[in-house]
């Protein structure tokens, strides 16, 4: 896929690595519709890059409809990637008992049933279009965690929404398969990204060290480079990758 000329929308593309992939998208020569809940950085980023914003709850169907909509007025949408989501800690039975399901349900509901209902609309807009010379009409990109693998005490609300991703994947894949559309799913280690810049130092530390190599946190920068790769290698399809400096979690 050449990025040039094509429009793309960025989930959560306010911060982190939405803004990371915003930026990078838009300095390839793509057109940016950054879709997040975040309006004033949303709007300051999309004016950054020359791109648009719109606000969003991925959750919703109304405005994951504007979104695409937004997109398609651009030109040839060609490109989603996922990166809204949250990420709530608490223990399935704690100091004050059962864990919230309230907590749990919007959990899923903003990572898992997000990711698919911005993935649905942007599909269906995707095959209308007029195919690229190998035959491919759009790419999407949702970001898991390698906590649906080595979810830790307090992720279970979290994990179980990126092992959602991750079981979504190839049959997404498989679907759209004859639309010539492909889907993918990058997930992310220990990355430098607001979640984690919320906790103290020295657990920033520990956690940058704990990676084998190489031992950093990753950046928006580093999730940004592959996302364009999986956008330009047309083989890559229906699969999810660790891109994680070969960490393995441990419970806590």
Same mark, same amino acid.
Request: proline share 4%; net charge neutral.
């Given at each position: 896929?050449?990025?040039?000329?094509?429009?793309?929308?960025?989930?959560?593309?306010?911060?982190?690595?939405?803004?990371?992939?915003?930026?990078?998208?838009?300095?390839?020569?793509?057109?940016?519709?950054?879709?997040?809940?975040?309006? $004033?950085?949303?709007?300051?980023?999309?004016?950054?890059?020359?791109?648009?914003? %719109?606000?969003?709850?991925?959750?919703?169907?109304?405005?994951?409809?504007? %979104?695409?909509? *937004?997109?398609?007025?651009?030109?040839?949408?060609?490109?989603?990637?996922?990166?809204?989501?949250?990420?709530?800690?608490?223990?399935?039975?704690?100091?004050?008992?059962?864990?919230?399901?309230? %907590?749990?349900?919007?959990?899923?509901?903003?990572?898992?049933?997000?990711?698919? !209902?911005?993935?649905?609309?942007?599909?269906?807009?995707?095959?209308? !279009?007029?195919?690229?010379?190998?035959?491919? *009409?759009?790419?999407?990109?949702?970001?898991?965690?390698?906590?649906?693998?080595?979810?830790?005490?307090?992720?279970?609300?979290?994990?179980?929404?990126?092992?959602?991703?991750?079981?979504?994947?190839?049959?997404?894949?498989? $679907?759209?398969?004859?639309?010539?559309?492909?889907?993918?799913?990058?997930?992310?280690?220990?990355?430098?990204?607001?979640?984690?810049?919320?906790?103290?130092?020295?657990?920033?530390?520990?956690?940058?060290?704990? %990676?084998?190599?190489?031992?950093?946190?990753?950046?928006?920068? $580093?999730?940004?480079?592959?996302?364009?790769?999986?956008?330009?290698? $047309?083989?890559? !399809?229906?699969?999810?990758?660790?891109?994680?400096?070969?960490?393995?979690?441990?419970?806590?």
């Amino acid at each position: 896929m050449e990025i040039k000329g094509k429009v793309f929308i960025v989930t959560g593309g306010a911060s982190g690595l939405g803004e990371g992939t915003a930026r990078m998208l838009a300095a390839s020569g793509g057109k940016v519709v950054i879709a997040d809940m975040q309006v $004033d950085k949303g709007e300051a980023v999309a004016k950054d890059i020359g791109g648009a914003f %719109v606000k969003c709850d991925v959750s919703q169907e109304a405005d994951g409809q504007a %979104v695409v909509a *937004r997109a398609v007025s651009l030109g040839k949408l060609m490109g989603l990637v996922n990166c809204a989501g949250i990420a709530p800690a608490e223990k399935t039975v704690g100091k004050n008992g059962a864990h919230n399901l309230g %907590v749990f349900s919007k959990t899923i509901m903003v990572n898992l049933v997000g990711s698919f !209902n911005m993935i649905r609309l942007a599909a269906e807009a995707m095959a209308k !279009n007029e195919p690229e010379a190998t035959g491919e *009409r759009g790419c999407m990109i949702s970001t898991a965690s390698v906590a649906a693998y080595d979810g830790q005490i307090g992720q279970a609300a979290y994990s179980a929404s990126k092992g959602g991703v991750v079981g979504m994947t190839l049959p997404i894949a498989r $679907d759209l398969a004859r639309n010539g559309i492909r889907n993918m799913t990058i997930a992310p280690g220990i990355f430098g990204t607001p979640m984690l810049f919320g906790m103290p130092k020295e657990v920033q530390d520990a956690l940058a060290a704990s %990676v084998p190599f190489p031992s950093r946190l990753g950046t928006p920068e $580093d999730y940004a480079k592959l996302a364009k790769h999986i956008f330009e290698n $047309d083989m890559l !399809n229906g699969e999810v990758i660790r891109l994680d400096g070969a960490i393995r979690m441990a419970p806590k």
